[in-house]
Protein backbone atom coordinates (compact mmCIF):
# COMPACT_ATOMS: atom_id res chain seq x y z
CA UNK A 1 0.00 0.00 0.00
CA UNK A 2 0.74 3.34 -0.67
CA UNK A 3 0.95 5.32 2.57
CA UNK A 4 0.90 9.19 3.02
CA UNK A 5 1.95 9.76 7.03
CA UNK A 6 0.99 12.85 8.23
CA UNK A 7 2.87 14.27 11.82
CA UNK A 8 1.36 16.19 14.26
CA UNK A 9 3.36 19.15 15.92
CA UNK A 10 3.73 16.73 18.76
CA UNK A 11 6.12 14.28 16.54
CA UNK A 12 8.39 16.66 15.85
CA UNK A 13 8.35 19.11 19.20
CA UNK A 14 7.01 17.18 22.06
CA UNK A 15 4.21 19.68 23.88
CA UNK A 16 6.48 21.72 26.98
CA UNK A 17 9.29 21.80 24.94
CA UNK A 18 11.13 25.19 24.15
CA UNK A 19 12.31 23.88 21.17
CA UNK A 20 15.99 23.54 20.65
CA UNK A 21 17.64 21.63 18.30
CA UNK A 22 18.38 18.64 20.44
CA UNK A 23 14.59 18.61 21.48
CA UNK A 24 13.29 18.52 17.98
CA UNK A 25 15.63 16.25 16.74
CA UNK A 26 14.81 14.09 19.79
CA UNK A 27 11.10 13.95 18.82
CA UNK A 28 11.83 13.11 14.91
CA UNK A 29 14.34 10.09 16.09
CA UNK A 30 11.24 8.72 17.47
CA UNK A 31 8.65 9.84 15.30
CA UNK A 32 10.72 8.39 12.22
CA UNK A 33 11.18 4.65 13.98
CA UNK A 34 7.86 4.98 13.91
CA UNK A 35 7.31 5.10 10.30
CA UNK A 36 10.63 2.78 9.84
CA UNK A 37 7.98 0.42 11.10
CA UNK A 38 5.19 1.08 8.44
CA UNK A 39 7.79 0.87 5.94
CA UNK A 40 8.55 -3.13 7.44
CA UNK A 41 5.04 -3.95 6.72
CA UNK A 42 6.17 -3.75 3.09
CA UNK A 43 4.46 0.10 2.40
CA UNK A 44 5.29 2.77 0.16
CA UNK A 45 5.45 6.13 2.35
CA UNK A 46 4.96 9.35 1.81
CA UNK A 47 5.58 11.93 4.69
CA UNK A 48 4.26 15.34 5.58
CA UNK A 49 4.27 17.10 8.88
CA UNK A 50 3.07 20.25 10.66
CA UNK A 51 4.86 23.46 11.87
CA UNK A 52 3.20 25.34 14.03
CA UNK A 53 5.85 26.10 16.77
CA UNK A 54 8.68 26.32 13.67
CA UNK A 55 6.72 29.10 12.28
CA UNK A 56 5.69 30.69 15.16
CA UNK A 57 9.34 30.75 15.92
CA UNK A 58 10.49 32.43 12.67
CA UNK A 59 7.60 35.24 12.92
CA UNK A 60 8.12 36.09 16.49
CA UNK A 61 11.71 36.80 15.43
CA UNK A 62 10.80 39.24 12.87
CA UNK A 63 9.00 40.86 14.99
CA UNK A 64 11.58 41.35 17.68
CA UNK A 65 14.18 43.03 15.07
CA UNK A 66 11.84 45.11 12.41
CA UNK A 67 14.70 47.93 12.35
CA UNK A 68 17.38 45.70 11.85
CA UNK A 69 16.28 43.15 9.36
CA UNK A 70 13.61 43.32 7.14
CA UNK A 71 10.59 41.36 7.99
CA UNK A 72 9.73 38.36 5.77
CA UNK A 73 6.30 37.38 4.73
CA UNK A 74 4.53 34.28 6.07
CA UNK A 75 4.97 32.07 2.96
CA UNK A 76 9.39 32.81 3.32
CA UNK A 77 8.80 31.47 6.42
CA UNK A 78 6.72 28.38 5.67
CA UNK A 79 9.12 27.87 3.29
CA UNK A 80 12.13 28.42 5.63
CA UNK A 81 10.31 25.86 8.26
CA UNK A 82 10.12 23.05 5.05
CA UNK A 83 13.78 23.29 4.56
CA UNK A 84 14.60 22.57 8.36
CA UNK A 85 12.16 20.32 9.45
CA UNK A 86 12.59 18.24 5.70
CA UNK A 87 16.47 18.14 6.38
CA UNK A 88 16.09 16.90 9.91
CA UNK A 89 13.10 14.28 8.94
CA UNK A 90 15.41 13.28 5.94
CA UNK A 91 18.16 13.09 8.07
CA UNK A 92 16.58 10.79 10.86
CA UNK A 93 14.45 8.66 8.25
CA UNK A 94 17.35 7.64 6.07
CA UNK A 95 18.86 6.23 9.05
CA UNK A 96 15.74 4.55 11.09
CA UNK A 97 14.80 3.04 7.61
CA UNK A 98 18.34 1.74 6.91
CA UNK A 99 18.30 0.52 10.74
CA UNK A 100 15.42 -1.28 9.89
CA UNK A 101 16.70 -3.38 6.68
CA UNK A 102 14.99 -1.36 4.54
CA UNK A 103 17.76 1.36 3.21
CA UNK A 104 16.02 3.62 1.10
CA UNK A 105 16.60 7.47 0.14
CA UNK A 106 14.53 10.24 1.48
CA UNK A 107 14.26 13.62 -0.05
CA UNK A 108 12.36 16.83 0.63
CA UNK A 109 10.30 18.84 -2.60
CA UNK A 110 9.96 22.41 -1.32
CA UNK A 111 6.38 21.98 -1.96
CA UNK A 112 3.52 25.21 -2.70
CA UNK A 113 -0.08 24.63 -1.78
CA UNK A 114 -2.35 26.73 -4.33
CA UNK A 115 -5.54 28.83 -2.55
CA UNK A 116 -8.03 30.67 -3.44
CA UNK A 117 -7.09 34.32 -2.46
CA UNK A 118 -11.17 34.98 -1.66
CA UNK A 119 -11.39 31.80 0.62
CA UNK A 120 -12.98 33.22 3.78
CA UNK A 121 -10.01 32.28 6.03
CA UNK A 122 -8.34 34.93 4.96
CA UNK A 123 -11.32 37.25 6.80
CA UNK A 124 -11.13 35.10 10.05
CA UNK A 125 -7.72 34.07 11.07
CA UNK A 126 -7.86 30.81 12.70
CA UNK A 127 -4.48 28.74 12.44
CA UNK A 128 -2.85 28.91 15.87
CA UNK A 129 1.39 29.26 15.33
CA UNK A 130 3.55 30.26 17.39
CA UNK A 131 4.14 29.77 21.25
CA UNK A 132 1.50 29.94 24.13
CA UNK A 133 0.31 33.24 25.65
CA UNK A 134 -0.70 34.58 29.18
CA UNK A 135 -3.67 36.13 28.84
CA UNK A 136 -1.70 39.64 28.91
CA UNK A 137 0.47 38.68 26.60
CA UNK A 138 -2.58 38.08 24.20
CA UNK A 139 -3.74 41.51 25.09
CA UNK A 140 -0.52 43.69 23.85
CA UNK A 141 -0.96 41.46 20.64
CA UNK A 142 -4.39 42.60 20.24
CA UNK A 143 -3.54 46.29 21.01
CA UNK A 144 -1.04 45.82 18.70
CA UNK A 145 -3.37 44.32 15.93
CA UNK A 146 -2.39 40.76 15.47
CA UNK A 147 -5.26 38.42 15.83
CA UNK A 148 -5.00 35.99 19.02
CA UNK A 149 -7.33 33.30 20.39
CA UNK A 150 -7.87 30.71 23.06
CA UNK A 151 -5.81 27.09 22.16
CA UNK A 152 -7.35 24.39 22.57
CA UNK A 153 -4.88 23.34 25.49
CA UNK A 154 -5.50 26.55 27.55
CA UNK A 155 -3.66 29.88 27.12
CA UNK A 156 -3.74 31.94 24.03
CA UNK A 157 -2.01 31.88 20.63
CA UNK A 158 -1.93 34.10 17.70
CA UNK A 159 -3.53 32.66 14.81
CA UNK A 160 -3.41 33.36 11.22
CA UNK A 161 -5.06 33.10 8.14
CA UNK A 162 -5.38 29.08 7.09
CA UNK A 163 -7.31 28.80 3.25
CA UNK A 164 -8.26 25.32 2.15
CA UNK A 165 -5.70 23.82 0.05
CA UNK A 166 -6.70 23.39 -3.30
CA UNK A 167 -3.85 22.02 -5.40
CA UNK A 168 0.17 20.63 -4.46
CA UNK A 169 1.83 22.53 -7.26
CA UNK A 170 5.07 20.28 -7.31
CA UNK A 171 2.78 17.01 -7.89
CA UNK A 172 5.23 16.43 -10.93
CA UNK A 173 8.36 16.10 -8.30
CA UNK A 174 7.14 13.96 -5.71
CA UNK A 175 5.58 11.26 -8.12
CA UNK A 176 9.06 11.14 -9.98
CA UNK A 177 10.53 10.80 -6.27
CA UNK A 178 8.03 8.05 -5.84
CA UNK A 179 8.46 6.07 -8.78
CA UNK A 180 11.98 5.95 -8.25
CA UNK A 181 11.65 4.34 -5.09
CA UNK A 182 12.89 7.30 -2.95
CA UNK A 183 10.69 8.33 0.16
CA UNK A 184 9.41 12.14 -0.20
CA UNK A 185 8.86 14.55 2.35
CA UNK A 186 6.55 16.84 0.50
CA UNK A 187 4.05 19.45 1.83
CA UNK A 188 5.39 20.27 5.21
CA UNK A 189 3.66 22.92 7.36
CA UNK A 190 0.68 22.16 5.09
CA UNK A 191 2.82 23.93 2.15
CA UNK A 192 3.82 27.28 1.10
CA UNK A 193 0.26 28.85 0.49
CA UNK A 194 0.48 30.59 -3.34
CA UNK A 195 -2.58 31.61 -5.30
CA UNK A 196 -2.56 31.50 -9.13
CA UNK A 197 -2.28 34.92 -10.26
CA UNK A 198 -2.48 34.95 -14.53
CA UNK A 199 -0.11 32.39 -15.42
CA UNK A 200 1.87 33.47 -11.91
CA UNK A 201 1.92 32.25 -8.37
CA UNK A 202 2.20 34.50 -5.57
CA UNK A 203 2.79 33.39 -1.86
CA UNK A 204 0.20 34.95 0.44
CA UNK A 205 0.34 35.35 4.45
CA UNK A 206 -1.39 32.11 5.99
CA UNK A 207 -0.70 28.55 6.99
CA UNK A 208 -2.26 25.86 5.44
CA UNK A 209 -3.29 22.70 7.48
CA UNK A 210 -1.34 19.84 7.32
CA UNK A 211 -4.26 17.62 7.46
CA UNK A 212 -5.89 19.51 5.11
CA UNK A 213 -3.03 19.23 2.55
CA UNK A 214 -2.37 15.58 3.75
CA UNK A 215 -5.49 14.68 1.81
CA UNK A 216 -4.72 16.91 -1.29
CA UNK A 217 -1.56 14.97 -1.23
CA UNK A 218 -3.49 11.96 -0.45
CA UNK A 219 -5.42 11.95 -4.04
CA UNK A 220 -2.40 13.45 -5.82
CA UNK A 221 -0.39 10.62 -5.60
CA UNK A 222 -3.46 7.97 -5.45
CA UNK A 223 -2.51 6.90 -1.69
CA UNK A 224 -4.16 3.70 -0.50
CA UNK A 225 -4.35 5.60 3.24
CA UNK A 226 -3.75 8.62 4.55
CA UNK A 227 -2.43 8.34 8.08
CA UNK A 228 -2.81 11.01 10.57
CA UNK A 229 -0.56 10.75 13.48
CA UNK A 230 -0.96 12.59 16.84
CA UNK A 231 -0.24 12.44 20.54
CA UNK A 232 -4.00 10.69 21.22
CA UNK A 233 -4.89 7.33 20.16
CA UNK A 234 -8.59 7.65 19.15
CA UNK A 235 -10.70 10.24 18.18
CA UNK A 236 -13.33 11.33 21.22
CA UNK A 237 -17.06 12.09 21.25
CA UNK A 238 -18.05 14.32 23.86
CA UNK A 239 -14.60 14.52 25.61
CA UNK A 240 -15.07 15.62 29.02
CA UNK A 241 -18.28 14.43 29.59
CA UNK A 242 -19.17 11.04 31.81
CA UNK A 243 -20.46 9.22 28.55
CA UNK A 244 -17.07 10.55 26.49
CA UNK A 245 -16.63 7.59 23.32
CA UNK A 246 -13.36 6.91 22.10
CA UNK A 247 -14.14 6.21 18.71
CA UNK A 248 -13.08 3.35 16.41
CA UNK A 249 -14.67 4.30 13.31
CA UNK A 250 -16.22 8.09 12.20
CA UNK A 251 -18.39 8.25 9.05
CA UNK A 252 -17.81 10.69 6.55
CA UNK A 253 -21.37 12.29 7.52
CA UNK A 254 -20.68 12.27 11.00
CA UNK A 255 -17.28 13.79 10.90
CA UNK A 256 -18.26 16.27 8.42
CA UNK A 257 -21.58 17.45 11.42
CA UNK A 258 -19.74 17.06 13.79
CA UNK A 259 -17.13 19.47 12.62
CA UNK A 260 -20.28 22.12 11.36
CA UNK A 261 -21.51 21.48 15.01
CA UNK A 262 -18.33 22.31 16.71
CA UNK A 263 -17.84 18.80 18.42
CA UNK A 264 -14.35 18.79 16.41
CA UNK A 265 -13.28 21.88 17.08
CA UNK A 266 -11.41 23.93 14.55
CA UNK A 267 -7.54 23.97 15.22
CA UNK A 268 -7.72 20.86 16.94
CA UNK A 269 -9.45 17.61 15.89
CA UNK A 270 -11.98 18.91 13.31
CA UNK A 271 -9.33 19.71 10.61
CA UNK A 272 -8.04 16.03 11.53
CA UNK A 273 -11.78 14.60 10.91
CA UNK A 274 -12.52 16.63 7.69
CA UNK A 275 -9.32 15.63 6.06
CA UNK A 276 -10.19 11.95 6.69
CA UNK A 277 -13.40 12.80 5.34
CA UNK A 278 -12.43 13.89 2.01
CA UNK A 279 -9.79 11.19 1.73
CA UNK A 280 -12.12 8.57 2.40
CA UNK A 281 -13.72 10.61 -0.30
CA UNK A 282 -11.68 10.63 -3.00
CA UNK A 283 -10.95 6.61 -2.72
CA UNK A 284 -8.65 6.46 0.34
CA UNK A 285 -8.57 4.89 3.71
CA UNK A 286 -8.35 7.40 6.27
CA UNK A 287 -7.07 6.43 10.12
CA UNK A 288 -6.14 8.89 12.96
CA UNK A 289 -3.96 7.24 15.36
CA UNK A 290 -0.94 7.96 18.16
CA UNK A 291 2.56 7.55 16.91
CA UNK A 292 3.04 4.57 19.19
CA UNK A 293 0.39 2.52 17.35
CA UNK A 294 0.90 3.48 13.87
CA UNK A 295 1.47 -0.15 12.31
CA UNK A 296 -1.87 -1.67 14.20
CA UNK A 297 -3.54 1.73 12.96
CA UNK A 298 -2.81 0.55 9.45
CA UNK A 299 -4.34 -2.89 10.57
CA UNK A 300 -7.31 -1.76 11.43
CA UNK A 301 -6.57 -2.37 15.18
CA UNK A 302 -5.95 0.87 16.69
CA UNK A 303 -7.23 4.44 15.83
CA UNK A 304 -9.91 6.14 14.36
CA UNK A 305 -10.70 5.34 11.12
CA UNK A 306 -12.87 7.32 9.09
CA UNK A 307 -15.17 5.34 6.82
CA UNK A 308 -17.60 5.54 4.15
CA UNK A 309 -21.00 6.47 4.98
CA UNK B 1 23.80 19.75 -23.13
CA UNK B 2 23.48 19.71 -19.30
CA UNK B 3 24.00 22.60 -17.47
CA UNK B 4 24.85 23.14 -13.47
CA UNK B 5 23.30 26.97 -13.07
CA UNK B 6 25.17 28.42 -9.91
CA UNK B 7 23.64 31.97 -9.67
CA UNK B 8 25.95 33.78 -7.19
CA UNK B 9 24.29 36.05 -4.60
CA UNK B 10 23.79 38.95 -6.76
CA UNK B 11 21.59 36.76 -8.67
CA UNK B 12 19.61 36.60 -5.42
CA UNK B 13 20.03 39.99 -3.60
CA UNK B 14 21.47 42.97 -5.68
CA UNK B 15 24.64 44.46 -3.70
CA UNK B 16 23.29 47.17 -1.52
CA UNK B 17 19.70 45.84 -1.17
CA UNK B 18 18.31 45.32 2.64
CA UNK B 19 17.09 41.51 1.90
CA UNK B 20 13.18 42.62 1.91
CA UNK B 21 11.13 40.24 0.29
CA UNK B 22 10.47 42.51 -3.06
CA UNK B 23 14.17 42.76 -3.21
CA UNK B 24 14.80 39.07 -3.42
CA UNK B 25 11.70 38.54 -5.84
CA UNK B 26 13.24 41.17 -8.08
CA UNK B 27 16.68 39.61 -8.66
CA UNK B 28 15.43 36.51 -8.64
CA UNK B 29 12.71 37.50 -11.25
CA UNK B 30 16.06 39.04 -13.39
CA UNK B 31 18.32 35.49 -12.91
CA UNK B 32 15.35 33.42 -13.63
CA UNK B 33 14.97 35.31 -17.24
CA UNK B 34 18.76 34.83 -17.56
CA UNK B 35 18.39 30.73 -16.88
CA UNK B 36 15.39 30.58 -19.12
CA UNK B 37 17.36 31.91 -21.90
CA UNK B 38 19.80 29.04 -21.33
CA UNK B 39 16.60 26.71 -21.68
CA UNK B 40 15.44 28.10 -24.49
CA UNK B 41 19.03 27.00 -26.43
CA UNK B 42 17.45 23.08 -25.62
CA UNK B 43 20.09 23.04 -22.44
CA UNK B 44 18.54 20.61 -19.56
CA UNK B 45 19.39 22.37 -15.83
CA UNK B 46 20.28 22.03 -12.76
CA UNK B 47 20.32 25.20 -10.63
CA UNK B 48 21.94 25.78 -7.52
CA UNK B 49 22.84 29.28 -5.59
CA UNK B 50 24.29 31.46 -2.59
CA UNK B 51 23.20 32.02 0.72
CA UNK B 52 25.46 34.76 2.13
CA UNK B 53 22.96 37.07 3.00
CA UNK B 54 20.10 35.13 3.81
CA UNK B 55 21.59 32.90 6.57
CA UNK B 56 23.50 36.00 7.68
CA UNK B 57 19.81 37.48 8.66
CA UNK B 58 18.98 34.08 10.50
CA UNK B 59 22.01 34.31 12.20
CA UNK B 60 21.41 37.46 13.53
CA UNK B 61 18.20 36.94 14.35
CA UNK B 62 19.08 34.11 16.66
CA UNK B 63 21.87 36.13 18.51
CA UNK B 64 19.42 39.18 19.22
CA UNK B 65 16.96 37.14 21.36
CA UNK B 66 18.68 33.52 23.08
CA UNK B 67 16.17 34.06 25.88
CA UNK B 68 13.02 33.84 23.89
CA UNK B 69 13.69 31.60 21.87
CA UNK B 70 16.46 29.00 21.85
CA UNK B 71 19.47 29.55 19.22
CA UNK B 72 19.48 26.80 16.19
CA UNK B 73 22.65 25.53 14.98
CA UNK B 74 23.83 26.85 11.60
CA UNK B 75 22.67 23.54 9.74
CA UNK B 76 19.17 24.13 10.27
CA UNK B 77 19.90 27.70 9.32
CA UNK B 78 21.25 26.52 6.02
CA UNK B 79 18.56 24.42 5.62
CA UNK B 80 15.96 26.74 6.19
CA UNK B 81 18.01 29.27 3.46
CA UNK B 82 17.57 26.34 1.36
CA UNK B 83 13.48 26.62 1.57
CA UNK B 84 13.05 29.84 1.41
CA UNK B 85 15.41 30.70 -1.65
CA UNK B 86 14.62 27.64 -3.36
CA UNK B 87 10.93 28.72 -3.18
CA UNK B 88 10.99 31.95 -5.11
CA UNK B 89 13.43 30.70 -7.53
CA UNK B 90 11.14 27.66 -8.41
CA UNK B 91 8.21 29.75 -7.81
CA UNK B 92 9.51 32.62 -10.61
CA UNK B 93 11.71 29.83 -12.78
CA UNK B 94 8.11 28.09 -13.47
CA UNK B 95 6.83 31.38 -14.76
CA UNK B 96 9.86 32.08 -16.92
CA UNK B 97 10.44 28.65 -18.34
CA UNK B 98 6.46 29.02 -19.32
CA UNK B 99 7.03 32.76 -20.62
CA UNK B 100 9.73 30.97 -22.81
CA UNK B 101 7.47 28.46 -24.74
CA UNK B 102 9.38 26.04 -22.71
CA UNK B 103 7.06 24.94 -19.77
CA UNK B 104 8.82 22.60 -16.89
CA UNK B 105 8.16 21.66 -13.27
CA UNK B 106 11.17 23.09 -10.97
CA UNK B 107 11.39 21.80 -7.71
CA UNK B 108 13.87 22.10 -4.96
CA UNK B 109 15.28 19.61 -2.64
CA UNK B 110 16.89 19.97 0.58
CA UNK B 111 20.07 18.84 -0.31
CA UNK B 112 22.82 17.45 2.38
CA UNK B 113 26.50 18.02 1.50
CA UNK B 114 28.89 15.45 3.32
CA UNK B 115 32.09 16.59 4.72
CA UNK B 116 35.20 16.17 6.51
CA UNK B 117 34.51 16.25 10.22
CA UNK B 118 38.96 16.86 10.52
CA UNK B 119 38.72 19.15 7.77
CA UNK B 120 41.37 22.34 8.50
CA UNK B 121 37.89 24.98 7.63
CA UNK B 122 36.97 24.43 10.63
CA UNK B 123 39.83 25.46 12.60
CA UNK B 124 40.20 28.47 10.29
CA UNK B 125 36.42 29.84 9.67
CA UNK B 126 37.14 31.86 6.37
CA UNK B 127 33.41 32.13 4.57
CA UNK B 128 31.63 35.43 5.01
CA UNK B 129 28.61 35.34 5.82
CA UNK B 130 25.89 38.02 6.82
CA UNK B 131 25.66 41.99 6.26
CA UNK B 132 28.81 44.00 6.00
CA UNK B 133 29.97 45.43 9.18
CA UNK B 134 31.80 48.72 10.37
CA UNK B 135 35.20 48.40 11.97
CA UNK B 136 33.49 49.33 15.38
CA UNK B 137 30.68 46.44 14.52
CA UNK B 138 33.64 43.96 13.51
CA UNK B 139 35.38 44.82 17.16
CA UNK B 140 32.46 44.28 19.50
CA UNK B 141 32.33 40.52 17.49
CA UNK B 142 35.89 40.06 18.19
CA UNK B 143 35.38 40.98 21.87
CA UNK B 144 32.37 38.23 21.88
CA UNK B 145 34.56 35.46 20.41
CA UNK B 146 32.69 35.71 17.06
CA UNK B 147 35.41 35.51 13.98
CA UNK B 148 35.03 38.47 11.41
CA UNK B 149 37.87 39.13 8.55
CA UNK B 150 37.92 42.05 6.20
CA UNK B 151 35.37 41.31 3.40
CA UNK B 152 36.60 41.49 -0.08
CA UNK B 153 34.37 44.44 -1.30
CA UNK B 154 35.55 46.63 1.70
CA UNK B 155 34.11 46.49 5.55
CA UNK B 156 34.37 43.30 7.81
CA UNK B 157 31.82 40.20 7.67
CA UNK B 158 31.60 37.61 10.25
CA UNK B 159 33.14 34.40 8.79
CA UNK B 160 32.04 30.59 9.53
CA UNK B 161 33.64 27.78 8.64
CA UNK B 162 33.88 26.54 5.06
CA UNK B 163 35.21 23.23 4.95
CA UNK B 164 35.47 20.96 1.49
CA UNK B 165 32.05 19.44 0.18
CA UNK B 166 32.73 15.64 -0.81
CA UNK B 167 29.13 14.01 -1.33
CA UNK B 168 25.72 15.28 -2.49
CA UNK B 169 23.54 13.13 -0.33
CA UNK B 170 20.59 13.30 -1.83
CA UNK B 171 22.02 12.42 -5.45
CA UNK B 172 19.42 10.05 -5.93
CA UNK B 173 16.44 12.54 -5.56
CA UNK B 174 18.28 15.11 -8.09
CA UNK B 175 18.70 12.63 -10.82
CA UNK B 176 15.28 11.49 -10.50
CA UNK B 177 13.83 14.50 -11.14
CA UNK B 178 15.56 14.83 -13.92
CA UNK B 179 15.35 11.45 -15.55
CA UNK B 180 11.25 13.07 -15.37
CA UNK B 181 12.39 16.34 -17.29
CA UNK B 182 11.78 18.10 -13.97
CA UNK B 183 14.36 21.15 -13.36
CA UNK B 184 16.44 20.37 -10.00
CA UNK B 185 17.19 23.07 -7.47
CA UNK B 186 19.89 21.63 -5.57
CA UNK B 187 22.82 22.29 -2.81
CA UNK B 188 21.52 25.54 -2.43
CA UNK B 189 23.91 27.80 -0.18
CA UNK B 190 26.27 24.91 -0.79
CA UNK B 191 23.93 22.29 1.09
CA UNK B 192 23.72 21.26 4.08
CA UNK B 193 26.95 20.01 6.07
CA UNK B 194 27.19 16.92 7.47
CA UNK B 195 29.48 14.80 8.73
CA UNK B 196 29.21 10.77 8.58
CA UNK B 197 29.04 9.80 12.03
CA UNK B 198 28.56 5.38 11.74
CA UNK B 199 25.56 5.23 9.84
CA UNK B 200 24.26 8.45 10.92
CA UNK B 201 24.64 11.78 9.29
CA UNK B 202 25.06 14.91 11.89
CA UNK B 203 24.83 18.70 10.94
CA UNK B 204 28.00 20.78 11.76
CA UNK B 205 28.27 24.91 12.11
CA UNK B 206 29.48 25.71 8.73
CA UNK B 207 28.20 26.44 5.03
CA UNK B 208 29.44 24.53 2.27
CA UNK B 209 31.18 27.24 -0.87
CA UNK B 210 28.05 27.05 -3.08
CA UNK B 211 30.73 27.15 -5.83
CA UNK B 212 32.75 24.19 -4.93
CA UNK B 213 29.46 22.19 -3.81
CA UNK B 214 28.01 22.92 -7.48
CA UNK B 215 31.48 21.09 -8.84
CA UNK B 216 30.47 18.56 -6.71
CA UNK B 217 26.47 18.59 -7.97
CA UNK B 218 28.46 19.12 -11.76
CA UNK B 219 29.95 15.53 -10.98
CA UNK B 220 27.27 13.85 -9.59
CA UNK B 221 24.45 14.45 -12.29
CA UNK B 222 27.43 13.85 -15.30
CA UNK B 223 26.83 17.69 -16.19
CA UNK B 224 28.49 18.67 -19.85
CA UNK B 225 29.10 22.42 -17.92
CA UNK B 226 29.04 24.06 -14.70
CA UNK B 227 28.07 27.67 -15.06
CA UNK B 228 28.86 30.42 -12.65
CA UNK B 229 26.90 32.88 -12.93
CA UNK B 230 28.03 36.17 -10.85
CA UNK B 231 28.42 40.30 -11.20
CA UNK B 232 31.33 40.51 -12.80
CA UNK B 233 31.89 39.30 -17.06
CA UNK B 234 35.13 38.09 -16.41
CA UNK B 235 38.21 36.99 -14.05
CA UNK B 236 40.81 39.20 -13.86
CA UNK B 237 44.50 38.95 -13.78
CA UNK B 238 46.20 41.52 -11.63
CA UNK B 239 42.85 43.21 -10.70
CA UNK B 240 43.41 47.16 -10.51
CA UNK B 241 47.26 46.81 -11.63
CA UNK B 242 48.12 49.40 -14.74
CA UNK B 243 47.78 45.92 -16.72
CA UNK B 244 44.75 44.21 -15.31
CA UNK B 245 43.43 41.62 -17.84
CA UNK B 246 40.50 40.32 -17.99
CA UNK B 247 40.52 36.53 -18.82
CA UNK B 248 38.85 34.80 -21.88
CA UNK B 249 40.20 31.43 -20.88
CA UNK B 250 42.29 30.06 -17.71
CA UNK B 251 43.91 26.69 -17.73
CA UNK B 252 43.59 24.53 -14.59
CA UNK B 253 46.98 24.37 -13.38
CA UNK B 254 46.52 28.68 -13.28
CA UNK B 255 43.76 28.50 -11.58
CA UNK B 256 45.28 26.40 -9.00
CA UNK B 257 48.60 28.48 -8.73
CA UNK B 258 46.57 31.77 -8.35
CA UNK B 259 44.10 30.53 -5.26
CA UNK B 260 47.82 29.17 -3.80
CA UNK B 261 49.40 32.69 -4.33
CA UNK B 262 46.05 34.33 -3.08
CA UNK B 263 45.89 36.01 -7.00
CA UNK B 264 42.44 34.23 -6.61
CA UNK B 265 41.55 35.47 -2.74
CA UNK B 266 39.88 32.36 -0.98
CA UNK B 267 36.05 34.10 0.15
CA UNK B 268 36.02 36.05 -3.74
CA UNK B 269 37.06 34.17 -6.76
CA UNK B 270 39.63 31.60 -5.47
CA UNK B 271 36.61 29.00 -5.08
CA UNK B 272 35.06 30.28 -8.48
CA UNK B 273 38.37 28.89 -10.39
CA UNK B 274 38.70 25.99 -7.54
CA UNK B 275 35.28 24.87 -8.60
CA UNK B 276 35.99 25.31 -12.73
CA UNK B 277 38.90 23.39 -12.04
CA UNK B 278 37.65 20.26 -10.72
CA UNK B 279 35.30 20.27 -12.37
CA UNK B 280 37.27 20.63 -15.56
CA UNK B 281 38.82 17.47 -14.19
CA UNK B 282 35.76 15.82 -13.93
CA UNK B 283 34.86 16.26 -17.99
CA UNK B 284 32.64 18.95 -17.74
CA UNK B 285 33.35 22.74 -18.98
CA UNK B 286 33.35 25.33 -16.80
CA UNK B 287 32.58 28.84 -17.45
CA UNK B 288 32.79 31.83 -14.82
CA UNK B 289 30.37 34.85 -16.53
CA UNK B 290 27.71 37.73 -15.63
CA UNK B 291 23.80 36.64 -15.87
CA UNK B 292 23.57 39.06 -18.56
CA UNK B 293 26.10 37.06 -21.03
CA UNK B 294 25.32 33.27 -19.27
CA UNK B 295 24.20 32.22 -22.86
CA UNK B 296 27.42 33.48 -24.64
CA UNK B 297 29.29 32.04 -21.88
CA UNK B 298 27.75 28.55 -22.65
CA UNK B 299 28.55 29.37 -26.39
CA UNK B 300 32.40 30.16 -25.85
CA UNK B 301 31.87 34.00 -27.06
CA UNK B 302 31.87 35.81 -22.80
CA UNK B 303 33.08 35.03 -19.55
CA UNK B 304 36.07 33.55 -18.88
CA UNK B 305 36.57 29.55 -19.18
CA UNK B 306 38.58 27.15 -17.36
CA UNK B 307 40.22 24.84 -19.43
CA UNK B 308 42.09 21.82 -19.37
CA UNK B 309 46.09 22.18 -19.02
Known amino acids: MRVVVALGGNAILKRGDRGTVNEQIAAIHEACAGIARIATEGHELVVTHGNGPQVGRLMLQDEAMPDRVPRFSLD ?15 QELTVALARAGLPRSVATVVTQVVVDGNDPGFEHPSKPVGPFLSAKGAAEYRLRG ?4 EAAGGGWRRVVASPEPLEIVEAD ?3 ALLSDGIV ?16 ELRGVAAVVDKDLAAAVLTATVAADVL ?12 FGADDEQLLDKLTVRDARAGVVSGEFARGSMGEKVLAGARAVEAGARAVIASLEHATEALAGTA ?6 G
Open 173 to 175: AVR
Open 303 to 308: GTEIVA
Open 184 to 199: PIAAGGGGVPVIRDGE
Open 227 to 238: LMLTDVDHVVRG
Open 76 to 90: LHVAETQGQLGYLIQ
Open 146 to 149: IPVA
